[in-house]
């Protein structure tokens, strides 16, 4: 299986089910594709996973795809940032994972609630227990794809590295 072959099965484990069995973004006016309210500036943005960029050629209607500050083997992980809600079946990985995230401990990797989750998302109050059960088992699936792509798996340590940014912080 290629980087992108593996991206995109983990893209495709992910493409309907979702946090909850009904739609949580009901409960938060879908507050995790929203620009932050306190940063008038920002934009949302989602960081891609290796090759993933590869996925969004030409489509620029919804969305751009600049540099982050993140780097992988000495070049910037794209971000992808939306200007308009995505088409659905276009949304990132990222976006399929949240409120979820792979982190790499001690050369292993575990699922978390994502951290830059906490001042947004109402689901992080209930952790892991409180989501859909078939959501969280088919993201374990989708990580143990991703962490047997070397590639991907060089990425989960660096994007291990910003989340101990953002619990440094918090
Ligand atoms: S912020 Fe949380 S509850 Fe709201 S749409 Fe996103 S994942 Fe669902
Ligand atoms: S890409 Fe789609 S799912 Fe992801 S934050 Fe933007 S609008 Fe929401």
């Not at 008038?40 to 960029?53: A, D």
């Not at 971000?79 to 995505?86: A, D, E, M, N």
């Not at 001690?106 to 992080?124: E, H, Q, T, Y």
């Amino acid at each position: 299986m290629t980087t992108l072959e593996a991206v995109q099965a983990a893209r495709g484990l992910l493409e309907e089910v979702t946090p909850l069995k009904t739609d949580c973004g009901a409960l938060c006016g879908a507050a995790c594709c929203k620009d932050d309210p306190n940063d008038e500036g920002s934009v949302s943005g989602m960081l891609l996973f290796p090759e993933e960029e590869k996925l969004y050629k030409g489509q620029d209607v919804w969305m751009e795809i600049v540099d982050s500050s993140l780097l992988l083997d000495g070049a910037p992980v794209p971000l992808l940032l939306c200007h308009l809600p995505c088409p659905r079946r276009k949304r990132p990985l990222a976006c399929r994972l949240f409120p979820l995230t792979p982190y790499v401990k001690d050369d292993k990797l575990l699922l978390r609630m994502d951290v830059r989750a906490n001042p947004i998302c109402p689901l992080c109050a209930s952790g892991k227990a409180g989501l859909n059960p078939e959501f969280v088992q088919k993201v374990k699936e989708a990580l143990r794809i991703l962490w047997a792509d070397e590639k991907c798996r060089e990425y989960l340590y660096v994007l291990t590295e910003h989340l101990k940014e953002y619990e440094f912080l918090g």
